[in-house]
């Protein structure tokens, strides 16, 4: 009878051992709940030698139920808990929004004298990429070839994805260099940095390098074209990945380049691939959608400025999939460019209690952002110093930024001096505060600043806008004077300015700033010098070359590598109306859609 008894449980366990698995493999937590409960009711669970905890606890982590995880792995007995359990608690951790408790177990588990093995590794990587802490990632790479994971690929292939994230290429390719043997995601991650930190060029030798490519190879290369206005090369790739090497376009692939395609403003490419000309008709009629095609579209609307239409969107996402960090960053994101502060404020602060998701660095630089520009300075500063992770660059510049628009500069002198310290050769924000000064009015301060980058040999970046036409990519920097048809755009161009002030246009000389150039004392320029300089602006240079290479009421699509200046933003508004010309400008931060003498972010940006 005791034989028998003991066989029957055993019998039992293993099926709600399967059932468990089946439930993490289909993510179907409510029914995993249900049998967790059968079992605490029957007092299965208690049962020796079950080890239906360790698979209960495998299915609250694949569901991404993080709470009931860490309350499942905390009842396992400690000799029952085994290297596997510890991993997969890390994992549901670091995938679930809380990245500094997947490491703090990790320390735990090491101070446990517990064995850890290259699947360890892979989720330690991973919470530091999450974190986007370099440090703990190299501490956890020392522990890595300390423990003889260094011959691991996939341990190898985690610590360069960190690097990566932690944009430290150098690291990157070193351990890519020192691995004997290299899988096609090991030149697929490598492929994705260097796209990211060096740039398509030097992404497409190595591209052209690689032994073997899959479909992830293929489409990180086409979306590093798309992004960058290259349409003819990315159109080019595409149809050698669909033509001559056999892939399909997939599902993974398909949502990578509506990505793309919404963040670049390239409908090109776009209309190719989907033999229509809205990227967001594709996504409603997508047959399958997971939360990495809801945060594709999210974040293409966000770059558009459509957050009310992102607002509503999130509400149907959480109905369908479960949001990850990803998602609020692009929410988020989207309030910021639509001056949505309530909702946006509202989002943040309950991120946690809500959602269950820890703010991460990119949610601070978001909120920071959104307050900022709606003047909030003292919450937005608030903010950061409650910040339970140091802020970076981003979010301290993000409000300096802020802070130059709305001219504090007591609050801009303190975040300099923050940003000196933790990134002293980073001199763009020197220039900033410079500008600050000299709009206040403060030319002595502006001018030592000025006198000390200049000896230190720092220029400004240089505005550059693109624009496509004739299947080629046309670029102009201000002043820019280099061009075939160099003649007739300053022809355009005398005729456009003298048409626009006609019809309102007025010169805003105070976006005409300091460079970084030796071309003599700004202060010295007269206020003609002054508006000249602003009419040689780049995408105004471009626009009157598009103004006289395509026909009459046909859209411009300009891209601009940095933030479009107010004076250029204005006089736009007036080219679209006098024109009768739809002008999209895609700058650093959105995209700006000029029609009819308005703007798409309605003068918020």
């Not at 060096?198 to 798309?226: C, H, Q, S």
């Not at 920071?368 to 500063?381: C, F, M, S, W």
């Amino acid at each position: 009878m005791i034989w028998q008894t003991e066989c029957t449980l055993s019998l039992l366990a293993r099926h709600y051992r399967t059932l468990f698995r089946t439930c993490a493999r289909c993510s179907a937590l409510d029914v995993g709940k249900k049998l967790h409960a059968s079992i605490v009711t029957t007092g299965l669970v208690t049962c020796q030698n079950t080890f239906l905890r360790n698979a209960i606890l495998n299915m609250y982590a694949a569901c991404g139920s993080v709470l009931y995880a860490r309350k499942v792995f905390d009842e396992i007995p400690l000799s029952y808990k085994d290297t596997v359990d510890w991993t997969t608690l890390m994992g549901c951790y670091a995938r679930g929004g809380f990245p500094l408790d997947g490491l703090n177990l990790f320390v735990h588990m090491r101070k446990s004298d517990v064995l850890i093995d290259e699947y360890t590794m892979v989720v330690v990587f991973l919470a530091s990429a999450k974190m986007g802490c370099e440090q703990f990632g190299i501490q956890g790479h020392g522990c890595m070839v300390k423990m003889g994971f260094s011959s691991s690929i996939k341990a190898c292939n985690a610590v360069m994805d960190m690097y990566v994230k932690c944009g430290l290429i150098d690291k990157t390719r070193r351990i890519f260099s020192e691995m004997g043997e290299k899988s096609v995601v090991s030149w697929t991650v490598v492929l994705g940095g260097v796209v990211k930190w060096e740039g398509f060029e030097n992404a497409r030798l190595l591209f052209d390098k690689m032994p073997e490519r899959n479909e992830v190879a293929w489409t990180v290369m086409i979306a590093a074209y798309i992004e960058n206005g290259l349409t003819k090369e990315a159109f080019g790739l595409l149809r050698e990945m669909l033509f001559e090497s056999g892939f399909e376009l997939n599902f993974v692939t398909l949502s990578s380049l509506l990505s793309a395609c919404a963040q670049s403003g390239n409908v090109l490419v776009g209309k190719w691939v989907h033999v229509i000309d809205d990227a967001f008709r594709v996504f409603l009629v997508m047959p399958r959608r997971n939360v990495i095609t809801w945060n594709a579209m999210l974040s293409g609307l966000a770059m558009q400025g459509k957050g009310d239409m992102v607002l509503d969107l999130f509400g149907q996402m959480i109905r369908e999939v479960k949001p990850d960090d990803v998602t609020f960053t692009a929410i988020l994101s989207a309030c910021s460019h639509s001056g949505l502060v309530d909702q946006g404020r509202h989002l943040f602060y309950s991120l946690e209690s809500t959602y269950g998701i820890k703010p991460s660095i990119e949610h601070y630089s978001c909120v920071v952002d959104l307050l900022g520009r709606a003047g909030h300075l003292e919450e937005a500063e608030s903010i950061i110093r409650r910040m339970t992770i140091p802020p970076n660059e981003v979010v301290l510049g993000s409000l300096l930024g802020s802070c130059s628009f709305h001219k504090n500069l007591e609050l801009g002198e303190c975040l300099i001096k923050e940003l000196v310290q933790m990134y002293p050769n980073n001199t763009e924000y020197h220039v900033l505060l410079s500008n600050m000064y000299s709009l206040a009015g403060r030319n002595d301060k502006a001018n030592y600043i000025r006198v000390v980058l200049r000896s230190r040999g720092v220029r400004k970046v240089p505005g550059i806008s693109s624009i496509y036409v004739g299947g080629q990519i046309h670029c102009f920097s201000a002043g820019d004077k280099l061009h075939p048809q160099s003649e007739e755009i300053y022809m355009m161009l005398d005729e456009m300015i003298r048409k626009i002030r006609l019809a309102g246009y007025a010169p805003d000389t105070t976006c005409e700033k300091f460079s970084g150039s030796n071309d003599g004392d700004y202060y010295g320029y007269d206020q003609e010098e002054k508006e000249q300089a602003l009419f040689s602006h780049s995408e105004k240079l471009a626009v009157c070359f598009g103004l006289i290479s395509t026909q009459a009421g046909m859209p411009l699509y300009i891209f601009k590598n940095l933030r479009i200046c107010q004076d250029c933003h204005s006089a736009m508004k007036v080219v679209s109306k006098v024109y009768n010309r739809e002008i999209v400008i895609r700058d650093r931060n959105r995209f700006h859609r000029f029609k009819l003498g308005s703007c798409s972010c309605f003068d918020y940006w």
